[in-house]
């Protein structure tokens, strides 16, 4: 059964730092593309840094620069390092899964993900 867990999140003040970790069990880590998403209060799920198998990541605009995905394959955990945090970083983040395995690109796009974690809280303050 897969099974995503994310954890690390908690509540820091701007310019703050915080790694999420996202630990994967119930199928071949390596060969899933995956993917952070967050949901700010109010707002829509959104794709924020994918890693496709190749290794290859993406962000988007707002956390480039700021934010690392990475992947240990041994140890099957996602890691978001998130740097110079901001207020309006706050949400609930989300580790996902691809269904497909192989060679896949990354995403940023929730229909490519079929997998998801229960989520962990960042709070960022001013």
């Known amino acids: 059964q897969v099974q995503l867990v994310e954890s690390g999140g908690g509540s820091v003040q701007a310019g703050g730092s915080l790694r999420l970790s996202c630990a994967a069990s119930?199928?071949?880590?390596?060969?899933?593309?995956m993917g952070w998403f967050r949901r700010a209060p109010g707002k829509e799920r959104e794709g924020i840094a994918s890693?496709?198998?190749?290794?290859?990541?993406i962000y988007e605009d707002s956390v480039k620069g700021r934010f690392t995905i990475s992947g240990d394959n041994a140890k099957r955990t996602l890691y978001l390092q998130m740097n110079s945090l901001k207020p309006e970083d706050t949400a609930m983040y989300y580790c996902?899964?691809?269904?497909?395995?192989?060679?896949?690109?990354?995403?940023?796009?929730?229909?490519?993900?079929?997998?998801w974690g229960q989520g962990t809280q960042v709070t960022v303050s001013s």
């Open positions: 890693i496709g198998t190749s290794g290859i990541t």
């Open positions: 996902a899964a691809s269904r497909s395995v192989g060679w896949l690109p990354h995403s940023l796009r929730e229909a490519d993900f079929s997998y």
């Open positions: 119930g199928f071949t880590f390596s060969a899933r593309r």
